[in-house]
């Protein structure tokens, strides 16, 4: 059984409010014992895909990391059923030590919560699926931990560079199979 603790202002939850269905972001919550936080996928979704769901769809999860000026990228896919390819990017560096906690929670944790969310920001639905990241994100980790730092704006400039350069996501999904390493993947070097 999946626990999932929702409190009012400051959570991930509040902030789908004003996004459009399809959006995806990743938040730390607690175990089921409350004790220790790990990341869970928050997806709002309309009616539309949720019957396309269906009562036990099929979820899946692949990363795809980038790099670019000294910046790496992490691009978090999710695939439900046949027809819907969802992501969200990581940033090791983000403010706030908050990217250093999802990262260390992606590479400990066995299950990672998926929560479904309908057009009201409402629980609809709440699923774990198997963490097959785990062990990827443990070998980022140990890259990461030895980059200097970057802000967030390096992190958004060099996101936007990336995603000028990428496939449709369905098509991504297809060229990441499995957790990458960090010597794959997009790398530029702009000059000075």
Do not use: C
Not at 39 to 67: C, E, H, W, Y
Request: charged share 20%; aromatic share 10%; proline share 6%.
């Amino acid at each position: 059984m999946l626990t999932i603790e929702v409190t009012t202002g400051g959570n991930i939850i509040d902030h789908f409010e004003y996004m459009s269905p399809g959006a995806m972001g990743l938040d730390m919550i607690p175990n089921d014992s409350g004790t220790v936080l790990r990341p869970a996928l928050f997806i709002k979704t309309d009616k539309s895909m949720r019957g396309s769901f269906g009562a036990n769809p099929q979820i899946n999860i692949r990363v795809a990391p980038f790099a670019l000026n000294d910046v790496y990228l992490f691009s978090l896919m999710v695939k439900i059923g046949r027809e819907w390819y969802l992501e969200s990017w990581l940033n090791y560096h983000a403010d706030g030590g908050f990217g250093h906690q999802l990262f260390e929670g992606l590479a400990n944790q066995m299950h990672i919560p998926v929560i479904i969310l309908d057009e009201e920001t409402e629980i609809v639905a709440a699923y774990e699926i198997k963490n097959s990241l785990r062990y990827g994100f443990k070998d980022y980790l140990k890259v990461l931990g030895t980059t200097e730092p970057w802000t967030m704006g390096e992190f958004d400039m060099a996101k936007a560079m990336v995603l000028g350069t990428l496939p449709r996501l369905d098509i991504m999904w297809g060229m990441h199979p499995k957790p990458p390493s960090l010597k794959i993947g997009l790398e530029v070097t702009l000059g000075k």
